[in-house]
């Protein structure tokens, strides 16, 4: 029979490298209840109009990236690409407008976007994300940046830089797209084809395109900074100020526009020097209209999204090493009345909060010890027949090779005082 494969771009993530994630997402949580986010849990998959809407017609996402299929009575639908969209919907949905604290939550989960997979792009991807919602402060987008910059550095993640830009007002950049379009039109022949296309339905995201020809003629371009109105100009200043009070270090990044239609003012990614092509880690941003565009009141908000594969990339073998271990036992138990007292005492170990293993396919001791060292488990408790007969058992540890005769209705007591600590 032949083997089914799972798909392109889409991982599995084996037990070997869970705890690195694990890692990740404790510390995403911890932070983010410091920072007085809650968790929120949204659907993967909603109306396709929802994306459409909120994410922007001519953005790669919408454009060429979703996985959008026809339910069977045919209304249009769509795996998430991003948890902003499903986020904003929930909270117009069930009317969180109307509670008078802010708005801050937090979510998990994985995301798909059909791009060419390669190293750090996959087709099913996880995010870690974060909406702060009902205000218009600067010192709302420092606090989700400095919460990324805090999750980011306990992780010890290297060669991290948090880059920022200034998008104003969507005037501003009425002001502007025409001055850039104009100059574009100049080069159109060196763009690459993708930016040959966004010059007439996203001409802003020229100025991020990777492609070296494009990049330099973009070198040149007229800055959208030079047409920022006062207000716009105030407000960043303020964001930057706030970062230098709490001590986040940033760098300017003119060129910084981001794949999503929905963000005005604050934009920001951090990206790493090791990671690549795919350098960024988490990116976000203000997104002031965003809540009104999907039908809810006028809401100012702010937030980013970390990619956790790239952070599980990132993450030093140190910070995976520095993780608690677990004190596990391994019962072997062998022989026709050994192996059944023995599965009964693994069960007790477990109810006595012990992790606690076995491998039923040993049935000699010999055998048992082999898997227990291969388990790499800190003690074995050993219940052969001639245990059995004598109401007790032999508990050896692995590490010093010491055995001591235990009684099996005390052995988790004797357990505890051969650890460290007690
Ligand atoms: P990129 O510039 O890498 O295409 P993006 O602007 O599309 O990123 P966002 O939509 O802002 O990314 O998503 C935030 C983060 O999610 C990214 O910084 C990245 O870490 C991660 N991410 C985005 N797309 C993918 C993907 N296809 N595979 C893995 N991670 C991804
Ligand atoms: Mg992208």
């Given amino acids: 029979m032949s083997v089914i494969k799972g798909i392109k771009g889409v991982k599995d993530l084996l037990p070997e490298e869970t705890p690195r994630w694990r890692l990740i997402e404790e510390a995403a949580r911890r932070w983010a209840g410091r920072y007085g986010f809650h968790e929120i849990r949204i659907p993967i998959f909603e109306v396709t109009t929802l994306f459409a809407r909120s994410i922007g017609a001519s953005t790669d996402i919408v454009e060429k990236e979703m996985y959008t299929f026809q339910d069977r009575d045919g209304t249009s639908l769509t795996l998430r690409p991003e948890g902003t969209a499903g986020t904003v919907r929930a909270y117009i949905e069930h009317n969180r407008t109307a509670i008078p604290v802010p708005q801050k939550y937090f979510y998990f989960g994985p995301m798909f976007r059909h791009e060419r997979p390669q190293a750090g792009r996959l ?71 993708n930016c040959r296309h966004r010059i007439e339905f996203n001409p802003l995201r020229v100025l991020d395109c990777k492609v070296p020809e494009c990049r330099a003629i973009t070198e040149r371009a007229p800055r959208l900074s030079d047409s920022l109105s006062e207000a716009a100009r ?15 270090p940033y760098s300017l990044n003119h ?15 951090v990206t790493a020097t090791n990671l690549g092509a795919q350098n960024a880690v988490g990116a976000g941003g203000r997104y002031d209209g965003l809540v009104e565009t999907l039908g809810g009141p006028s809401t100012p908000a702010v937030g980013f999204a970390l990619g956790l594969e790239r952070m599980s990339l990132l993450l030093p073998e140190s910070a995976v090493r520095k993780a608690p271990e677990y004190v596990t036992i391994y019962v072997a138990g062998f022989g026709g009345h050994g192996a059944v007292v023995g599965f009964t005492a693994l069960e007790e170990l477990r109810l006595g909060g012990f992790q606690a293993v076995s491998d039923f396919r040993s049935v000699t001791l010999k055998a048992h010890l082999r898997q227990a060292d291969r388990l790499k488990c800190r003690f074995t ?33 004797q357990i505890h005082s051969l650890l460290p600590g007690s």
């Fill in 234 to 248: 105030s407000y960043f200043t303020r964001v930057l100020s706030g970062l230098d009070v709490v001590k986040i």
């Fill in 255 to 269: 060129r910084l526009v981001r794949g999503l239609d929905y963000y005005n003012l604050t934009t920001f990614e």
């Fill in 123 to 193: 087709r099913q991807f996880h995010q870690f994300g974060v909406e702060s919602l009902g205000m218009a402060d600067a010192q709302a987008d420092v606090e989700v940046m400095a919460l990324l910059w805090r999750i980011l550095s306990d992780l010890d993640l290297p060669g991290l830089t948090l880059e920022i830009n200034n998008l104003g007002y969507t005037a501003d950049r009425d002001t502007y797209r025409p001055q850039l379009v104009s100059y574009l039109k100049q080069y159109e022949s060196g763009l690459c084809a």
């Fill in 381 to 413: 408790l050993i219940i052969g027949d001639e245990e059995v007969a004598k109401g007790s058992a032999v508990l050896r540890d692995m590490e010093t090779k010491a055995q001591y005769d235990v009684s099996l209705s005390t052995v988790n007591l």
